[in-house]
């Protein structure tokens, strides 16, 4: 969870003028106080303590957040509880692999299905165009300027990581300064590529895959800066509260009993918090430029410290994802050259037929749409979340590859932006939904509306790289998951699980094509 700029240690000339003018105070116990100046902040809370100068150090240093108590029944819990620890295998490799899977079958028969219609499409094309592919053109057009784009985008990335390196050198301060050069930067970014992808003349399949993987150099530089930046916020935390619990002279009063009950729960949860994070690289020693270039090649969006390490390379398993990548490319190209190509061109035409015309006719192609899609909505979700991120994730050893749950399983819309992309829902939950809470003080139900207008906002800059136009399709449809998740929780729909995952799977079908339909067309 990113939060807001956390207690900063500056030195506060004007404290030093303040405590001075408070009376009532005897000279030792001010020129404790004095001393601890040095640690001074700018940050908030409420703590109820008679001793007033005390109280206002304590005030300004330790960071209190109503709407995330740390503490539970008397137990800390963490802001930023680390992920699994354990590996973890993608879902169909657990059910698919073995030979006494109960999934085995439904496994095959569906590939079996897909190379059969592949293979139909295969020879009737061949036999009309020969070897020809306007979409095979359009995949290796500027391929290598589109290659050192990407590179550039990649290595941008690393302005967050120097931002880390001056904070623990000490040159700035993240509650000071690196947040906000973080933050600016991270806006700059965001807007400079999409500018730049969209002069580019690059084809549409090109521009697309720049843009989503700027999103997710984007979502990875955010959660490493201010991952890092709350832990620092904390390792400030600590350093003050315990020199101010050495330092100070507190009297052995009901008022000041109080106080000191702070100073040591801030010790007990920064500590706690620390220690949580790591059991073997300690915060801060975890800037390191080895570190964060792991983190960059592993396939998550959300930075911890430690994430679960298998203890070799399977090269044939490796083998068998980099044959699924290129067979579902080709399979996607086929599909997509035979089906969907030729549909869409007429949909694009219909935009110079009159609109009577135009209206009457988009039922009918959308008929023919749906289903293509479908298919390619299938081996999409296949060839990024399965081969593609075990692939990665097999080369790098990184060991928790829940990368989707059983979303065809899903009841709800709610499930399903859970299960679909089980990575960006990890950055949602807690760099969005979770910061929208603590930064902002809203309740759940407002950070869940933020969060989906959130998405919806990322979603229909998508399509406006995609189609070079603003229409709010996907942006209404987005939203319209909100009634829908609330519908779904209605006792009729609760005690019918199968009808809530026929009419989820209508969605399905529908929603994807109907939205691509439209910005083809309208």
């Given at each position: 969870?990113?939060?807001?700029?956390?207690?900063?240690?500056?030195?506060?000339?004007?404290?030093?003028?303040?405590?001075?003018?408070?009376?009532?105070?005897?000279?030792?116990?001010?020129?404790?106080?004095?001393?601890?100046?040095?640690?001074?902040?700018?940050?908030?809370?409420?703590?109820?303590?008679?001793?007033?100068?005390?109280?206002?150090?304590?005030?300004?240093?330790?960071?209190?957040?109503?709407?995330?108590?740390?503490?539970?029944?008397?137990?800390?819990?963490?802001?930023?509880?680390?992920?699994?620890?354990?590996?973890?295998?993608?879902?169909?490799?657990?059910?698919?692999?073995?030979?006494?899977?109960?999934?085995?079958?439904?496994?095959?028969?569906?590939?079996?299905?897909?190379?059969?219609?592949?293979?139909?499409?295969?020879?009737?094309?061949y036999l009309d165009k020969g070897?020809?592919?306007?979409?095979?053109?359009?995949?290796?057009?500027?391929?290598?300027?589109?290659?050192?784009?990407?590179?550039?985008?990649?290595?941008?990335?690393?302005?967050?990581?120097?931002?880390?390196?001056?904070?623990?050198?000490?040159?700035?301060?993240?509650?000071?300064?690196?947040?906000?050069?973080?933050?600016?930067?991270?806006?700059?970014?965001?807007?400079?590529?999409?500018?730049?992808?969209?002069?580019?003349?690059?084809?549409?399949?090109?521009?697309?895959?720049?843009?989503?993987?700027?999103?997710?150099?984007?979502?990875?530089?955010?959660?490493?800066?201010?991952?890092?930046?709350?832990?620092?916020?904390?390792?400030?935390?600590?350093?003050?509260?315990?020199?101010?619990?050495?330092?100070?002279?507190?009297?052995?009063?009901?008022?000041?009993?109080?106080?000191?009950?702070?100073?040591?729960?801030?010790?007990?949860?920064?500590?706690?918090?620390?220690?949580?994070?790591?059991?073997?690289?300690?915060?801060?020693?975890?800037?390191?430029?080895?570190?964060?270039?792991?983190?960059?090649?592993?396939?998550?969006?959300?930075?911890?410290?430690?994430?679960?390490?298998?203890?070799?390379?399977?090269?044939?398993?490796?083998?068998?994802?980099?044959?699924?990548?290129?067979?579902?490319?080709?399979?996607?190209?086929?599909?997509?050259?035979?089906?969907?190509?030729?549909?869409?061109?007429?949909?694009?035409?219909?935009?110079?037929?009159?609109?009577s015309v135009s209206i009457r006719?988009?039922?009918?192609?959308?008929?023919?749409?749906?289903?293509?899609?479908?298919?390619?909505?299938?081996?999409?979700?296949?060839?990024?979340?399965?081969?593609?991120?075990?692939?990665?994730?097999?080369?790098?050893?990184?060991?928790?590859?829940?990368?989707?749950?059983?979303?065809?399983?899903?009841?709800?819309?709610?499930?399903?932006?859970?299960?679909?992309?089980?990575?960006?829902?990890?950055?949602?939950?807690?760099?969005?939904?979770?910061?929208?809470?603590?930064?902002?003080?809203?309740?759940?139900?407002?950070?869940?509306?933020?969060?989906?207008?959130?998405?919806?906002?990322?979603?229909?800059?998508?399509?406006?790289?995609?189609?070079?136009?603003?229409?709010?399709?996907?942006?209404?449809?987005?939203?319209?998951?909100?009634?829908?998740i609330y519908i779904a929780k209605?006792?009729?729909?609760?005690?019918?699980?199968?009808?809530?995952?026929?009419?989820?799977?209508?969605?399905?079908?529908?929603?994807?094509?109907?939205?691509?339909?439209?910005?083809?067309?309208?």
């Amino acid at each position: 969870m990113s939060v807001l700029p956390a207690p900063t240690l500056t030195k506060s000339p004007s404290e030093q003028v303040h405590l001075n003018r408070i009376t009532n105070k005897s000279s030792n116990q001010r020129a404790s106080l004095a001393a601890d100046d040095e640690y001074t902040v700018q940050s908030g809370g409420l703590i109820n303590d008679t001793n007033e100068i005390a109280t206002q150090l304590v005030l300004k240093n330790i960071k209190i957040n109503k709407s995330r108590p740390r503490f539970k029944e008397g137990v800390p819990r963490s802001s930023f509880a680390p992920g699994k620890k354990e590996c973890v295998d993608s879902i169909l490799d657990r059910y698919t692999k073995t030979d006494d899977s109960p999934f085995m079958g439904v496994f095959v028969v569906f590939w079996v299905g897909v190379f059969s219609i592949v293979f139909n499409y295969v020879v009737h094309y061949y036999l009309d165009k020969g070897f020809k592919s306007e979409l095979g053109e359009l995949f290796f057009r500027d391929i290598f300027k589109i290659a050192l784009n990407d590179l550039i985008m990649y290595l941008s990335i690393y302005f967050t990581f120097f931002v880390q390196i001056l904070v623990k050198r000490g040159w700035i301060k993240w509650e000071t300064t690196g947040w906000i050069v973080t933050s600016v930067y991270e806006v700059g970014y965001l807007v400079f590529f999409v500018d730049f992808i969209e002069r580019q003349d690059y084809p549409w399949i090109g521009k697309i895959f720049l843009f989503l993987h700027s999103l997710v150099l984007l979502m990875k530089m955010h959660s490493y800066g201010f991952y890092n930046g709350y832990l620092w916020s904390i390792h400030n935390e600590l350093k003050f509260s315990r020199g101010f619990q050495k330092k100070i002279e507190l009297s052995q009063t009901e008022q000041t009993s109080d106080l000191a009950k702070t100073i040591e729960d801030s010790i007990a949860f920064c500590q706690f918090e620390l220690d949580t994070q790591s059991t073997q690289t300690p915060f801060p020693s975890n800037i390191s430029l080895a570190n964060f270039f792991s983190y960059t090649m592993f396939p998550t969006l959300v930075y911890q410290i430690e994430y679960p390490r298998t203890d070799k390379i399977r090269w044939s398993y490796v083998a068998e994802k980099v044959m699924a990548i290129f067979g579902v490319i080709f399979l996607m190209f086929i599909v997509a050259q035979n089906s969907l190509y030729p549909l869409a061109c007429e949909m694009i035409q219909l935009k110079d037929t009159p609109f009577s015309v135009s209206i009457r006719r988009f039922p009918i192609l959308l008929m023919d749409f749906i289903p293509n899609f479908l298919l390619i909505f299938f081996l999409d979700f296949y060839l990024i979340w399965d081969a593609i991120l075990n692939c990665l994730a097999e080369l790098t050893m990184f060991g928790d590859r829940e990368f989707y749950g059983p979303w065809w399983n899903c009841i709800t819309w709610e499930d399903f932006s859970r299960l679909w992309n089980i990575p960006v829902h990890k950055f949602l939950l807690r760099h969005v939904y979770h910061s929208s809470i603590s930064a902002f003080h809203l309740n759940k139900t407002q950070a869940t509306l933020f969060t989906f207008l959130f998405s919806s906002v990322i979603h229909e800059l998508t399509m406006y790289v995609l189609f070079g136009k603003f229409r709010g399709y996907i942006f209404f449809f987005q939203m319209f998951q909100l009634p829908l998740i609330y519908i779904a929780k209605l006792s009729f729909f609760k005690e019918r699980k199968l009808l809530g995952n026929i009419q989820f799977w209508l969605g399905i079908m529908l929603g994807p094509a109907l939205v691509a339909s439209l910005y083809l067309t309208f």
